[in-house]
């Protein structure tokens, strides 16, 4: 079951990908450009209160002092200016700015409580993975891969290369968001098609996928063991 | 070659015949240029060639996006063993995707589907209601993207 926690943070992806949308194209001296953006702007379909239902601020006790208040003051805000709107006539220009304004700092708060951890959480699993790959003598490197997601935007994570008996193998994070997990990565051997996902559960414990397929397939928990484990499936896919 | 791999090389085949297509409404529009009544013995004038022009793009994403149906309903029916005939909507965002897929991955799948289903209903409300609308480049990213994420061992 999807945390309250995960429910509003997919709720404020969801309000991102409406707001980037519609994109407006001028290509011709015809269109007024200015006056198109505005009635753009009216249909604010993401200024709803609804964006910021599942906020509950317990759910981020776990945060830095000033982040989670940032976070609750950016809520605050955003639900105010949401609540402004008629819900059954489109927002004012100064309605529509203060939304977007306030919408702006909600995603900033939001990539600031997010993303830290996810990095941290990723950081953790490849440490763990390159201490293990030591313990069997397989040769590691650690590299940087660029990430890019709709409420998140740009950001780095490690991805490591781990050379075990002659085969390589890439351990490459794939997002933060995805159904059912709240965080992945893909562990390839090279060259094949073959991946192994390890993915991080609501319980904030990782799993990997192993077995034949999705739904042949089972899930153990991320250990020394399994890990090997699914190295040794991998090289069998060869 | 795996199946996923062949549907992949499918979607691709489409997206190089539109090049192609492409390249033949660039000479048959500077062929009308010229002469634009070259059409007439051929049963067609030169505003169907303008259409044809015009509609290409839309064309071949439909085209494209019936590859990528046909192949995600092969996956389920053979890979996945259903004998379930979920919408597209269902299955691309639903019924498919586990842990292996991006929700960024799927979202832009979705969208392609939508955008196919306004050029289908109507071309011109589509391009209307979506003035930054998709190149055939970018839904052909966005589809494969999304195939390539099915389980390999698809035989």
Same mark, same amino acid.
């Given at each position: ?23 407006? &194209? ?34 981020? &006790? ?101 050379? &075990? ?74 | ?80 063993n259903r004998d379930t005939r979920p919408s597209m909507e269902q299955l691309v965002r639903h019924a498919i995707p586990n842990q292996l897929f991006s929700q960024d991955c799927i979202d832009d799948a979705d969208d392609v589907r939508e955008y196919r289903n306004l050029l289908v209903h109507d071309i011109d409300e589509a391009r209307a209601a979506n003035p930054a609308s998709f190149t055939m ?19």
């Amino acid at each position: 079951m999807t945390p309250s926690s995960e429910k509003f943070l997919l709720d404020v992806r969801q309000a991102v990908r409406l707001a980037r949308q519609p994109a407006v &194209a001028i290509d011709s001296d015809l269109l007024d450009g200015d006056r198109l953006t505005d009635t753009f702007q009216r249909a604010l379909l993401w200024l709803t209160p609804k964006c910021v239902e599942h906020y509950v601020p317990d759910d981020f &006790a776990d945060l830095p002092k000033d982040i989670r208040e940032e976070l609750d003051r950016a809520v605050a805000e955003f639900r105010e200016a949401a609540a402004a709107v008629s819900p059954d006539e489109p927002a004012t220009t100064k309605q529509g700015e203060r939304g977007i304004e306030a919408f702006r700092w909600l995603v900033h708060s939001v990539r600031h409580a997010v993303v830290p951890e996810w990095r941290e959480a990723a950081e953790r699993v490849v440490q763990e993975a390159e201490t293990w790959s030591a313990e069997w003598e397989w040769r590691t490197r650690r590299d940087t891969k660029e990430i890019r997601e709709t409420l998140l935007g740009r950001y780095e994570l490690p991805q490591l290369l781990v050379y &075990a008996e002659q085969d390589l193998y890439v351990i490459s994070p794939i997002a933060r968001f995805l159904p059912g997990a709240k965080g992945a990565f893909d562990i390839a051997i090279q060259p094949s098609f073959s991946i192994t996902s390890l993915y991080r559960d609501f319980d904030d414990r990782w799993y990997l996928h192993l077995g034949p397929g999705p739904s042949e397939g089972h899930r153990e928990p991320w250990t020394r063991e399994s890990f090997k484990a699914s190295v040794e499936e991998l090289k069998a896919a060869l | 070659m795996n199946r996923r791999q062949q549907w992949l090389e499918r979607i691709t085949a489409v997206a190089r015949e539109y090049l192609a297509a492409n390249t033949a409404s660039e000479l048959l529009r500077t062929e009308l240029e010229g002469n634009p009544r070259f059409g007439s013995g051929r049963d067609w004038e030169r505003r169907d060639g303008v259409a044809f022009s015009e509609n290409l793009q839309a064309t071949y994403i439909i085209r494209m996006y019936a590859v990528f149906e046909a192949g995600l309903r092969a996956y389920w029916r053979t890979h996945r063993n259903r004998d379930t005939r979920p919408s597209m909507e269902q299955l691309v965002r639903h019924a498919i995707p586990n842990q292996l897929f991006s929700q960024d991955c799927i979202d832009d799948a979705d969208d392609v589907r939508e955008y196919r289903n306004l050029l289908v209903h109507d071309i011109d409300e589509a391009r209307a209601a979506n003035p930054a609308s998709f190149t055939m480049a970018e839904a052909r990213r966005r589809l494969c993207s999304y195939f390539a994420r099915l389980d390999p061992g698809w035989q």
